[in-house]
């Protein structure tokens, strides 16, 4: 039996037109299988990383092998193992769903035989079936993206590249899709490479989750793992009466380190041992006869992790003008990886 | 689930299926096929009205201007089918459907042939029509029903040849309105060449100048002799040279276009 291969990345480097690293020398592994998420903020690297992956674009340096494939040497072993669905939804407005999936299995090489039938359990499969003799110019944008992932997995691909897939999509197609990505790879053993700019996103879907900020990965784990790196959960709470903080502060000191309140009138303290203490401060906050008004468990974000490394938040990092081709600073140095 | 067995696809198929969709376009939006085919025919009965006079000049070629002018359609037609698969073209790298077609085993001289393929496809469909219309209304074919097939013949060879122009421009600059910011330009050539007057008969200097180093010139008096002369073998060889000579440059700069712009490994 052939072993599964996933993707092995060393040191990719892909430099554009003035020196513009958009990739700095990035490291990754993910497994056969796995669900990686890549997350970053607008500008991050995360698509011309896909980009290079996918050998849609040669790397300036390093080495990247897909599926065992060297992507440098080898692109069309790589695409013949890969699907991809990029950023930009890639259909043509004059092509029905139907058109569009006999196109792509023409040119992927199924026989004609299968081609028709495969296309249609796809379209069925991510709920376009009614739609199939629509030209894709009347799909919404949810179904364009239900057609350009049916279009990825057309030909089988072991290895499926999602380049911000939800982006623009409403709660219910955003659902839909992370659904079939993660029945993908609990069922059919796809590895799935995500990129995400949102943080939910990341956090349900990912196997492990890297961080990437100006081309380079400043963090890299699975999603808890990450969380529990850069901070413990934090309880707020507000006591029914404002004289009784004092005595709030009293009885959570021992349970973290106080931190200071977000909003007048309420009491914060880091636990040192995570989530499960919450019965035990409530059953202290009782015996010291202070009523709660309010109570409520913070665990650390992915964005607390993007914080962290960067000093900046990942909402709104996209929004700071960011030089790409700047050298590394401050914490942006090697990247933190957390064992699984 | 079934299971897909990908095979690789051969490149006849490849082009096929690439041709196939370029075609299609051209069938579902009416204005890539009237249009092109429509005004060129309008254009041709107003001038072969407005200009008949113009057969009394003493050394005007033709007894009646719809036959001097019936290569005229033919030039115009080749530009717009140029000019509309250019711009699909160009709307293919734009969208970023040519990402998703490099990320299949296409090769790039199947994508090449493919988007040439509508182009052509376009070229005979109005050849024919132009012809056609032609006969219709009067014009004589000198060189009789052989000529009329040769005449074909060197109309898709030239639509062809503007067709590799405006693939080269799409793949060069990646934008539609590149493509149409080209076309008038063609438009010009077309005005400074012998297409609505006989070069000898040009009065002024620099125009008759002008046509004489304007390849479209001979491209239309090839069309044009075998209307009203009948075989005239230097003119069909210079409109057949020209024509080749612009289809295999404008091919290996498409191809060099193409390999910039797919920098798939």
């Given at each position: 039996m052939v072993e599964e291969r996933g993707i092995e990345v060393a040191g990719l480097v892909r430099e554009f037109k003035g020196g513009i690293r958009a990739v700095d020398g990035i490291d990754l592994q993910v497994a056969a299988g796995e669900i990686y998420g890549f997350l970053g903020p607008n500008g991050a690297g995360k698509s011309t990383t896909v980009k290079v992956l996918t050998t849609l674009l040669p790397p300036t340096a390093g080495h990247a092998t897909v599926a065992g494939f060297d992507v440098s040497k080898d692109g069309a072993s790589v695409r013949a193992a890969i699907g991809v669905a990029l950023q930009e939804v890639a259909l043509d407005p004059m092509l029905t769903g139907r058109e569009h999936m006999k196109l792509q299995g023409g040119l992927q090489g199924i026989p004609r035989a299968q081609r028709a039938m495969r296309g249609d359990e796809l379209l069925a499969r991510v709920g376009l079936s009614n739609a199939a003799d629509r030209k894709s110019s009347t799909y919404s944008g949810g179904m364009k993206r239900r057609l350009d992932l049916a279009l990825a997995l057309l030909h089988g691909p072991r290895i499926l590249f999602l380049d911000e897939p939800t982006t623009g999509l409403d709660?219910?197609?955003?659902?839909?899709?992370?659904?079939?990505?993660?029945?993908?790879?609990?069922?059919?053993?796809?590895?799935?490479?995500?990129?995400?700019?949102?943080?939910?996103?990341?956090?349900?879907?990912?196997?492990?989750?890297?961080i990437i900020d100006r081309g380079r990965i400043v963090a890299e784990g699975t999603p808890d793992a990450l969380k529990a790196g850069v901070s413990k959960p934090t309880v707020e709470l507000v006591p029914h009466e404002s004289e009784d903080c004092g005595s709030a502060r009293t009885v959570l000191a021992p349970f973290g380190e106080l931190v200071p309140e977000k909003r007048a009138g309420s009491v914060a303290v880091r636990l040192n041992n995570g989530g499960d203490q919450l019965t035990e401060i409530v059953r202290a906050l009782d015996r010291a006869g202070v009523a709660i008004a309010h109570l409520a468990l913070h665990e650390p974000t992915l964005d607390d992790v993007f914080l962290a490394k960067t000093g900046r938040s990942l909402e709104g990092a996209a929004e700071q003008p960011t030089d790409e081709a700047a050298p590394p600073s401050g914490n942006r140095g090697a990247p933190e990886r957390v064992p699984a | 689930m079934t299971a897909a067995t990908a095979t690789g696809s051969s490149t006849l198929t490849q082009v096929g299926l690439l041709a196939g969709r370029a075609v299609s376009h051209v069938l579902r939006q009416p204005a890539q096929l009237i249009f092109p085919i429509a005004f060129p025919l309008v254009l041709l009965g107003v001038n072969s009205s407005g200009l008949d006079a113009a057969t009394r000049l003493?050394?005007?070629?033709?007894?009646?201007?719809?036959?001097?002018?019936?290569?005229?359609?033919?030039?115009?037609?080749?530009?717009?089918?140029?000019?509309?698969?250019?711009?699909?073209?160009?709307?293919?790298?734009?969208?970023?459907?040519?990402?998703?077609?490099?990320?299949?085993?296409?090769?790039?001289?199947?994508?090449?042939?493919?988007?040439?393929?509508?182009?052509?496809?376009?070229?005979?469909?109005?050849?024919?029509?132009?012809?056609?219309?032609?006969?219709?209304?009067?014009?004589?074919?000198?060189?009789?029903?052989?000529?009329?097939?040769?005449?074909?013949?060197?109309?898709?060879?030239?639509?062809?040849?503007?067709?590799?122009?405006?693939?080269?421009?799409?793949?060069?600059?990646?934008?539609?309105?590149?493509?149409?910011?080209?076309?008038?330009?063609?438009?010009?050539?077309?005005?400074?060449?012998?297409?609505?007057?006989?070069?000898?008969?040009?009065?002024?200097?620099?125009?008759?100048?002008?046509?004489?180093?304007?390849?479209?010139?001979?491209?239309?008096?090839?069309?044009?002799?075998?209307?009203?002369?009948?075989?005239?073998?230097?003119?069909?060889?210079?409109?057949?040279?020209?024509?080749?000579?612009?289809?295999?440059?404008?091919?290996?700069?498409?191809?060099?276009?193409?390999?910039?712009?797919?920098?798939?490994?």
């Open positions: 709660v219910q197609s955003r659902t839909a899709l992370w659904e079939e990505v993660e029945r993908l790879a609990r069922e059919e053993g796809t590895t799935v490479f995500l990129t995400t700019q949102y943080l939910e996103e990341a956090d349900v879907l990912a196997d492990r989750v890297g | 003493p050394g005007f070629p033709a007894g009646s201007y719809l036959d001097f002018a019936l290569a005229i359609p033919f030039m115009q037609g080749a530009l717009f089918a140029a000019l509309n698969g250019g711009q699909d073209l160009a709307r293919d790298i734009q969208n970023g459907f040519l990402d998703r077609l490099a990320l299949t085993p296409m090769s790039g001289g199947a994508l090449l042939a493919g988007q040439l393929g509508g182009a052509l496809f376009m070229g005979i469909v109005s050849a024919v029509l132009y012809l056609v219309v032609g006969v219709l209304f009067g014009v004589g074919i000198a060189s009789g029903v052989a000529g009329a097939l040769v005449l074909l013949l060197l109309a898709i060879a030239i639509s062809f040849a503007f067709a590799c122009f405006g693939t080269f421009v799409a793949l060069r600059a990646g934008s539609g309105e590149a493509v149409q910011g080209f076309f008038p330009l063609f438009f010009v050539l077309l005005f400074l060449s012998s297409a609505f007057f006989p070069r000898d008969l040009i009065e002024h200097d620099w125009f008759r100048t002008v046509a004489t180093y304007n390849p479209v010139s001979y491209m239309v008096e090839g069309i044009r002799s075998l209307v009203i002369t009948g075989w005239d073998g230097q003119a069909l060889a210079q409109a057949f040279g020209i024509s080749a000579i612009a289809i295999v440059l404008f091919l290996v700069l498409s191809s060099r276009a193409l390999r910039t712009r797919l920098l798939r490994t």
